[in-house]
């Protein structure tokens, strides 16, 4: 009785005013709660909570607002403003059950202060530094009434030519699957219920990051053993780490749609994983099941999906206007829009909702006076986590850090790109409170004059991929090409270098460059580009790279042209500044490689933990009858854990604490670091396990755990890592989760290439 009575103090509620003035009253277990809300529901109303509807020209604020009131929407994305959504909550607080919306967004790496790229992220290798990027992420967006974003996105990605790479933290699966639970526990925190938290939403799920040829939205083969192995650990650490919500991915998996693929979203996530939380399509993804080729029609596809366990049809019309029908001839069965259903109410009361549907909204006169005003930034942080991510990748002579007191030459297309130092998926952030790399080395230097500036060239020349790139981005053209001839433009730059001290050439990729639906074939900096940096090495002046991109480039001949090569991604709303405290030395820097660097795309894919094979090649002995290119170097450009410092490290023979370890047990393999160098800094300590021998082939390394260290010059620290059976399991051909006795390698680096190794045997 008493559950009733609360859900009909729900129910009569008719206003924010009602809800914000009614005494709290401590809501039943949610699945009381929602067992009670779904009795009360017509078919209507249950299909309108499966409908997610994106904010934008396909409907009008006007009739999402008619449509709200009408119970016929669960959820929107895309507006992010308080004034914005309080309109549709009222909306819903006006329809028959007042069954509150959610507000969704792809808060992605920041929301109005925007941090580095994801892959950037991961390059600090600093679970600290990630998880506060989360939770400023989550503590804006909450103050902007978002109740969900769709983060994190814990693709594995090993073919860099997918455009989606800069989304990601790279190809590893223990480094992603870290900082999935760093994330969504930073979005999460406590409970998603709390003031300042947000639902996270993972994606892409599952195995996006592996379609044929790097080609968005493509086809998805991957054996079983792989996929459990590499792929699918990440998405199971967020569900670990409590995700209220996964996005279903675009891709076929063997041939079945992940939006139709009962064995992936049945028996995997629900049954063995034991998923709880929401299931939302990706953008239009159920009527693509028509192009997929697996339904015949729009009623077909609502039909296979929603059997599938697709719980949120996202901005698709499918849901809305098939399952009355289906639902009426019994092809749907009553069970499965309920289950669908009660996993929308139940993340609904997961977010606090129902406690208070205004919880993330607030009242209007507590309205920011600008949303987008300065003060509501959070700098310092961005700042500080946009050092830690950027990665030296090549530092000759000691070109780096630079003189303060130099005269400085600041070229290329990207050192005034306000857009796209931001990188793909800035959420809320505005290009005018962006800095800029020519603003933050002019922040950063006393005599203004020294800084000499030129444009030297485009980011491409190429006026198709302009017109693609632009066409992308709907609001307003993002690349607008200098209109002068590409010889005056480098005729400038060179007039430029040759009354500098150094040069500093920021080149690479728009943001656009490395966005969904922006795949590439090559991973050639652009040709404008090229000639730019050519130029620029003939003048004879020292010259440093300063690379922008949202995935590795092929950067062979740059990286040899040029006598330093800084590693920034797209490093964010602060970004400007950070490239400058490194470059100038304010800051040593301490990123390393999250994904690997090949030499040229024709050894895509390339990632350190292939698997062994039965004739190798080995560096320094003749190359034929092995598996090599014979036109080109076989190892990578810059390995998968690799970053220099402005001190250098030196580590230890490694130790372990026994030769054999027992079921049960741990072992500790341990090093001394040493800072050899001149002035402190940070590196990254590396664990790699080699099962030497198995019932199949296993990668000639993995990486195990890392541990991030500080040192002043000359000291030394040990640094220890435990390891038990759990570290040395893996998928066998039966799917069984276990470790084999035999022999094991353990390899302590600072990168993945250069390593100390010693051996123990598990028993």
């Not at 790496?109 to 941090?115: A, L, N, S, V, Y």
């Not at 103050?143 to 974003?149: G, K």
């Not at 444009?455 to 993002?478: C, H, K, M």
């Not at 795949?519 to 050639?524: C, I, M, P």
Request: with cysteine; aromatic share 8%; charged share 20%.
């Amino acid at each position: 009785m008493r559950n009733m009575c609360l859900l009909g103090i729900v129910i009569s509620l008719a206003s924010h005013t009602a809800w914000a003035q009614t005494p709290a009253a401590p809501l039943p277990p949610k699945d009381v709660f929602v067992a009670e809300l779904l009795k009360k529901m017509s078919v209507d109303e249950k299909i309108g909570q499966l409908r997610l509807i994106s904010i934008g020209p396909e409907m009008p604020r006007e009739m999402i607002r008619k449509e709200i009131a009408a119970g016929r929407i669960g959820g929107t994305f895309n507006s992010i403003s308080r004034d914005e959504n309080r309109p549709m909550q009222d909306a819903a607080m006006r329809s028959r059950l007042q069954i509150p919306m959610f507000f969704a967004y792809d808060v992605i790496h920041g929301h109005r202060t925007i941090f580095p790229i994801s892959l950037a992220l991961a390059s600090s290798w600093d679970m600290d530094a990630i998880g506060l990027s989360g939770r400023i992420a989550a503590r804006e967006a909450s103050a902007d009434s978002i109740d969900l974003t769709f983060a994190p996105m814990v693709d594995i990605a090993r073919d860099p030519r997918w455009g989606r790479t800069s989304e990601g933290f790279g190809e590893d699966t223990y480094l992603v699957s870290r900082i999935a639970k760093v994330m969504v526990q930073a979005y999460q925190g406590a409970s998603p219920a709390l003031p300042g938290n947000i639902m996270a939403s993972v994606k892409h799920f599952a195995l996006y990051g592996a379609v044929e040829g790097g080609r968005d939205y493509n086809t998805v083969d991957m054996s079983p053993t792989r996929m459990f192995q590499d792929y699918l650990p990440p998405y199971h650490a967020a569900i670990e780490a409590g995700a209220g919500s996964v996005m279903v991915a675009l891709n076929s998996i063997n041939g079945v749609p992940a939006t139709s693929n009962m064995w992936l979203m049945q028996d995997l996530l629900r049954k063995d994983w034991g998923f709880k939380g929401v299931a939302v399509s990706d953008h239009g993804a159920i009527n693509e099941l028509i192009k997929h080729g697996v339904a015949k029609d729009s009623r077909e596809a609502a039909k296979l999906a929603i059997k599938a366990g697709i719980d949120m049809s996202m901005n698709d019309k499918a849901y809305g206007e098939e399952l009355p029908g289906l639902l009426k001839s019994g092809e749907v069965p009553q069970s499965d829009l309920d289950n669908a259903v009660r996993e929308v109410l139940g993340a609904k009361y997961d977010m606090g909702l129902f406690a208070d549907p205004y919880l993330r909204i607030g009242k209007a006169e507590d309205d920011p006076a600008d949303t987008k005003a300065d003060s509501r930034l959070h700098r310092a942080e961005a700042r500080e986590v946009a050092r830690k991510s950027l990665v030296l990748l090549k530092n000759q002579n000691d070109t780096l850090p630079l003189n303060k007191q130099a005269r400085i030459a600041l070229v290329g297309p990207l050192a005034k790109a306000p857009i796209d130092i931001m990188g793909s998926w800035a959420a809320a952030g505005q290009p005018a409170q962006s800095v800029t790399v020519f603003d933050g080395m002019r922040n950063a230097i006393a005599q203004q004059d020294n800084l000499i500036y030129a444009r030297g060239a485009n980011i491409t020349d190429d006026q198709s991929v302009v017109d693609y790139l632009n066409f992308l981005n709907f609001d307003a053209p993002e690349v607008v090409n200098d209109p002068r001839a590409a010889q005056v433009m480098i005729d400038e730059a060179v007039k430029a270098a040759q009354q500098a001290d150094v040069v500093v050439a920021v080149v690479g990729e728009s943001r656009g460059m490395s966005h969904e639906s922006s795949s590439r074939t090559n991973l050639d900096i652009p040709a404008s580009q090229r000639a730019l940096i050519t130029a620029l090495k003939a003048t004879g002046k020292p010259l440093v790279l300063v690379l922008m991109n949202g995935r590795p480039l092929s950067i062979d001949v740059q990286q040899q042209q040029a006598d330093a090569v800084l590693e920034t991604w797209f490093s964010g709303t602060e970004g400007g500044n950070a490239i400058a405290d490194v470059l100038f030395g304010d800051y040593n820097p301490s990123g390393k490689l999250p994904i690997t660097f090949p030499r040229s795309v024709g050894q895509i894919p390339t990632y350190y933990s292939h698997l062994s094979i039965g004739r190798p090649f080995t560096p320094g002995k003749p190359g034929n009858y092995t598996s090599q290119y014979f036109d080109e170097g076989n190892s990578p450009l810059y390995p998968f854990g690799y970053g220099l410092s402005y001190t250098d490290f030196s580590l230890s023979d490694v130790r372990l604490s026994a030769k054999t370890l027992k079921p049960g047990a741990t072992l500790t393999a341990s090093v001394t670091v040493t800072n050899t160098g001149k002035r402190a800094g940070e590196t990254v300590v590396q664990l790699y396990i080699q099962d030497v021998t198995a019932s199949m082939s296993r990668a000639v390394k993995e990486l195990k755990n890392f541990e991030k260290v500080m040192l002043n010059p000359g000291e030394q620290k040990v640094v220890q890592f435990t390891l038990s059976e759990n570290d040395l399991k893996f998928y066998n051909a039966q799917l069984q989760h276990v470790a084999e006795p035999g022999e094991f390698n353990v390899q302590i680096g600072l990168d993945s290439q250069n390593v100390q190794q010693n051996s123990f045997q598990l028993q």
